[in-house]
């Protein structure tokens, strides 16, 4: 088993420690796949946060189908089903920047693999 890497940019703000699991995993993703920076800090932040809300919202979801029932007996969409869903597309679109779909990986190496002609500029 390999040693925790600590080498990771800190977070921008204050984390839970759920939160601060997932900035680690996705910060190694990141480390050994060669594209962690400093700057990667300010969205990871972020995006650990969006990915942390997801969770916990989703769980509510599931212990009542995303059903809110009012005292006068009539239903609706509950209020986590919405914050659940508003934070999935946030951090979906977060997690693009990062290469962290399917997708989004293979376009990147795409565009790192794809040839192109020596300038005088590579030996500088």
């Given at each position: 088993m390999s040693k925790e890497n600590t080498d990771y940019p800190e977070p921008t703000g204050a984390l839970n420690d759920d939160a601060m699991g997932i900035y680690r995993n996705i910060c190694e993703h990141l480390s050994v796949a060669g594209g962690l920076m400093k700057a990667d800090a300010y969205i990871l932040t972020?995006?650990?946060?969006?990915?942390?809300?997801?969770?916990?919202?989703?769980?509510?979801?599931?212990?009542?189908?995303?059903?809110?029932?009012?005292?006068?007996?009539?239903?609706?969409?509950?209020?986590?089903?919405?914050?659940?869903?508003?934070?999935?597309?946030?951090?979906?679109?977060?997690a693009t920047k990062f290469g962290l779909s399917t997708?989004?990986?293979?376009?990147?190496?795409?565009?790192?693999?794809k040839g192109r002609e020596k300038d005088d500029l590579d030996d500088i």
């Open positions: 972020d995006l650990a946060r969006w990915i942390d809300l997801a969770d916990r919202a989703w769980a509510e979801v599931d212990k009542n189908c995303g059903v809110q029932v009012y005292s006068t007996g009539s239903e609706g969409v509950s209020a986590f089903y919405t914050v659940a869903k508003n934070a999935s597309d946030i951090l979906i679109k977060l997708k989004d990986r293979e376009l990147m190496a795409q565009f790192k693999n």
